[in-house]
T-cell receptor, first 113, second 109 residues
Framework: DTAVSQTPKYLVTQMGNDKSIKCEQN?????MYWYKQDSKKFLKIMFS???????INETVPNRFSPKSPDKAHLNLHINSLELGDSAVYFC????????????FGQGTRLTVV | GQQVMQIPQYQHVQEGEDFTTYCNSS?????IQWYKQRPGGHPVFLIQ?????EVKKQKRLTFQFGEAKKNSSLHITATQTTDVGTYFC?????????FGQGTELSVKP
């Protein structure tokens, strides 16, 4: 069983569209994250949730809205997609925030055309 | 803001040469983690250091945590082609897991 799974793996869409990326973890972890990895490989934290509650919301455009229906799921919805949103988005989870190892999903490569 | 800085950004080595990447934080860290991301893959946890001055080894990899808990290093002895990838350090300043910029290692056979 995959510990942290994301869908879809690839997403190609036009500017202005709205899209969602789903993430599920079966590790029983309390904390989940979304990271954005740009072409230079930099991993930028976007959001952090602990037990379904938003803990960290970095300076991310409000077109990005995370939703956590339960502590095993953290979805990312993006409105009005822009070219600059093209990147790989990683979901991750850990038991004790940054005090224990984070497990990453395989990533979603988003291409906005 | 709180940052975790990592150098160098790229390192190209001949197979068999050693490799080191360095990580520095502007604040004292409670712990430091290291991850490896293979090309096209996702970051995978390697190790966590918690104690001041701690040194841990995993086969050819040696990890150090500075005395002041503000810097860390990863050293690979006698690199192999399987070591190719991007190595990230990650710290936990201010309640969030922040990654360094990563060091991309390429190994020429």
């Amino acid at each position: 069983d995959t510990a942290v799974s994301q869908t879809p793996k690839y997403l190609v869409t036009q500017m202005g569209n709205d899209k969602s990326i789903k993430c599920e973890q079966n590790l029983g972890h309390d904390t989940m994250y979304w990271y954005k990895q740009d072409s230079k490989k930099f991993l930028k934290i976007m959001f952090s949730y602990n037990n379904k509650e938003l803990i960290i919301n970095e300076t991310v455009p409000n077109r990005f809205s995370p939703k956590s229906p339960d502590k095993a799921h953290l979805n990312l919805h993006i409105n009005s997609l822009e070219l600059g949103d093209s990147a790989v988005y990683f979901c991750a989870s850990s038991q004790d925030g940054g005090l224990s190892e984070a497990f990453f999903g395989q990533g979603t490569r988003l291409t906005v055309v | 803001g709180q940052q975790v800085m990592q150098i160098p950004q790229y390192q190209h080595v001949q197979e068999g040469e050693d490799f080191t990447t360095y990580c520095n934080s502007s604040t004292t860290l409670s712990n430091i983690q290291w991850y490896k991301q293979r090309p096209g893959g996702h970051p995978v946890f390697l190790i966590q250091l918690v104690k001041s001055g701690e040194v841990k080894k995993q086969k050819r990899l040696t990890f150090q945590f500075g005395e002041a808990k503000k810097n860390s290093s990863l050293h690979i002895t006698a690199t192999q082609t399987t070591d190719v990838g991007t190595y990230f350090c990650a710290g936990y300043p201010g309640g969030k897991l922040i990654f360094g910029q990563g060091t991309e290692l390429s190994v020429k056979p």
